[in-house]
């Protein structure tokens, strides 16, 4: 054959050996994706669970002992009160009623609600962002919520809202998809009764409201929009108006919202001006951030390119409005307080999953890339763990309480609480002049008087004196065998012109009723704290400025 014939003859082609496109784990193999969050959610789980035992403040101890109030069929705002909507003494007393009066057990139930609420938040964000996305999104998230400075070890009210909040957006989200009425319905129940244990779920609320709008403006479908928002506010109606009827078969609407309309808007968050409060976001913002820096950093980066991904106007807009509402949870009242954070974790992690998802759009379908971006997302959070095991995996109780909280006597309250059930027998009730309520949670009481955080009687207000008048009454009515005084003015928050009436009566009635028997002195504030007890309690000279007296009802 010639040399041209050669080239025009056939030629023989050995099998093709073309690569086969990568699959994803996830996709590959259904079960995976089920496992990695199962086991990253356990994970959380048990580290969260390293902070059972640590003492508790005073919003968590006044939670606990009003949802308890409650269940002992206590009638609300009547025979105790807070300044909050009735729906947080109805999750606390069903917690109360599930775990037991006692603050180890109900830390133990906290570390489930943990759990449901990184369930619920995955399932949103795997609707919202993606797959991938939410699965890498997971542990940041998880450990954001952890997180020292926005009070992430504790029984917060923040944490029950948060679980309303991601199981309605779930819902929501879902029953968006489907065209499920029933499911929107469901959403709009949950995200309404997240109003009614703080009012700051409202925002996540007008979300998703904002989220049907949209699709009513992109789908041009008005019938099936209008039916859509009806059905989830109809939702929200349903759960506010079964709260208020319950309020009303009790007899207490008109005390109720003098409680968490009137008071608070008169006296209360109307006193905070708008300097005061930017200093208050830039001191607890400098906290958070030191405490995870990368990732806001990663979040900074994430609002910063959001705009960039590859995804419709409509879509950009959306996950910017769940951002801007999520971040309005911590402004009402300008106080910005660490535990309000807890609120605004799902807004700072929706901007840490823009960064990731620019990352995904970079990669594209390299497989190399893919597993190293894989293999990133799993070390940056076990990095956050392993840089700060101190405190996800040996935590230092006293020293995250001092840490966060400044002198406030938490770690004192708790030995002191030691030092009561030790002493007292069934039947024995105390009083706690001072705003510590974790001590009758610590001692399994709930005091002899409504008025248990005092510094509601020192809020300056028309109510003042009748209120203080009225507690010195209850305790000297039912004359408990306990008297704690905690001399810290964060614990009485008195104004220097405010009503002195109550602290007046203490300085008297104290040492003719009542002898010292144990003294916790915080002879260094943070540092040093002197406790003593028995006869040498009744002699010791107090060194420090603060400091917790427990006195004994003299036997006459």
């Known amino acids: 054959m ?61 939670y606990s002992m009003l949802g308890n109030w409650l269940i002992s069929g206590a009638k609300p705002y009547v025979d105790f009160y807070e300044m909050k909507p009735p729906g947080l003494f109805i ?62 070890f504790t029984i917060q ?34 995200l309404g009764f997240s109003v009614m244990i703080k009012q700051a779920g409202i925002f996540y609320c007008l979300f998703a409201g904002i989220w049907l709008l949209f699709d009513w403006w992109k789908e041009r479908n008005h019938k099936q929009s209008i039916v859509r928002m009806l059905c989830f506010g109809a939702g929200g109606i349903i759960s506010v108006a079964c709260v208020f009827i319950w309020l009303q078969m009790l007899g207490v609407i008109k005390d109720a919202l003098f409680w968490f309309v009137e008071f608070p808007g008169k006296y209360y968050l109307s006193n905070q001006s708008f300097s005061a409060g930017m200093n208050l976001l830039k001191r ?58 807890i609120l605004f974790a799902p807004g700072i992690a929706i901007a840490i999953a823009f960064a990731y998802q620019f990352i995904f759009q970079v990669v594209g379908k390299n497989s190399a890339l893919r597993n190293a971006i894989a293999l990133l997302f799993f070390i940056i959070p ?16 006293d020293k995250i309480l001092h840490g966060v909280y400044g002198s406030n006597p938490f770690p004192e309250a708790k030995i002191v609480g030691d030092f009561l059930n030790k002493n007292m027998k069934q039947g024995d009730n105390i009083f706690i002049a001072g705003s510590e309520p974790e001590l009758y949670l610590y001692t399994h009481t709930m005091g002899v008087s409504r008025h248990n955080f005092i510094g509601f009687l020192n809020i300056k207000s028309p109510y003042a004196k009748q209120w203080q008048e009225e507690a010195i009454k209850d305790v000297e009515a039912k004359k408990p065998r306990y008297f704690i005084f905690v001399n810290h003015p964060l614990s009485w928050m008195m104004a220097p012109d405010g009503e002195a009436t109550f602290f007046k009566w203490t300085q008297s009635y104290m040492p003719a009723n009542y002898k010292v028997v144990y003294v916790a002195d915080q002879y260094s504030p943070g540092d040093v704290t002197n406790y003593v007890e028995g006869n040498q309690a009744a002699t010791y000279q107090i060194k420090g400025n603060q400091f917790i007296l427990v006195w004994e009802r003299i036997t006459k």
């Open 2 to 62: 010639s040399k041209k014939q050669k080239q025009n003859a056939p030629q023989k082609h050995s099998p093709s050996k073309s690569k086969t496109p990568s699959v994803p784990l996830t996709e590959k193999y259904p079960w995976a994706e089920s496992a990695i969050v199962g086991v990253t959610i356990l994970a959380l789980f048990f580290i969260r669970r390293n902070f059972i035992g640590i003492g508790m403040e005073r919003d968590e101890g006044s």
């Open 91 to 152: 999750v606390y007393g069903l917690l109360v009623k599930i775990f037991g009066y006692d603050a180890v057990s109900l830390q133990s139930g906290f570390c489930y609600v943990y759990a449901l609420i990184l369930v619920f938040s995955y399932l949103f964000f795997r609707n919202f962002i993606g797959k991938k996305s939410a699965m890498a999104l997971l542990p940041v998230y998880g450990l954001l919520l952890m997180n020292l400075n926005m009070s992430g």
């Open 157 to 190: 009210a923040e944490f029950l809202v948060l679980l309303f909040v991601m199981a309605g957006l779930y819902l929501f989200s879902l029953g968006r998809m489907k065209n499920n009425l029933f499911l929107l319905l469901g959403g709009g129940i949950l």
């Open 284 to 341: 607890f913002s400098g906290d958070i951030i030191s405490q995870q820096p990368l990732f806001f950093v990663l979040a900074g980066i994430g609002l910063a390119i959001g705009w960039l991904l590859k995804i419709s106007k409509e879509e950009k807009i959306i996950f910017y409005s769940f951002f801007i509402l999520s971040f309005l949870t911590i402004v009402p009242g300008f106080r910005f307080m660490s535990h309000y954070w």
């Open 382 to 397: 076990v990095s956050v763990v392993v840089g700060k095991s101190d405190y996800y995996l040996s935590p230092n109780f």
